[in-house]
């Protein structure tokens, strides 16, 4: 009975944290606060560390939540240096 009990914990904390990583970002972001909030609330921590675990819950993992990580490549377009449009032959060009 014991070992169902730690195995239904585990795939039920498994299941949050899946659910928590592919979360929108908008969404994270609220329960973050919330969450953050509530734990203040019941005095389990003070007003900074609710700050801290609130930003802390809200950050993404990595990719996959389109979260402004930065990874997905430059804004404006890079300018190609004029050496390389110069090998080009013109020949190329007429295909």
């Known amino acids: 009975m014991a070992q ?29 606060q919330k969450l953050a909030a509530g734990t203040h609330r019941a005095g389990w921590v003070d007003e900074e560390r609710a700050k801290e675990l609130a930003a802390s819950l809200a950050k993404t993992s990595g990719c996959g939540s389109c979260d402004s ?10 300018k190609q240096p004029e ?13």
Not at 9 to 32: D, E, N, S, T
Not at 70 to 78: A, I, N, Q, R, V
Request: hydrophobic share 50%.
């Open 69 to 78: 990580c930065g990874s997905c490549g430059p804004k404006t377009p890079l």
């Open 83 to 95: 050496a390389d449009q110069a090998t080009i032959s013109p020949s190329m060009h007429g295909r």
């Open 4 to 32: 169902q009990l730690i195995v239904g914990l585990i795939v039920a904390a498994a299941a949050f944290y899946a659910v928590w990583r592919w979360m929108p970002a908008g969404w994270r972001r609220g329960a973050a």
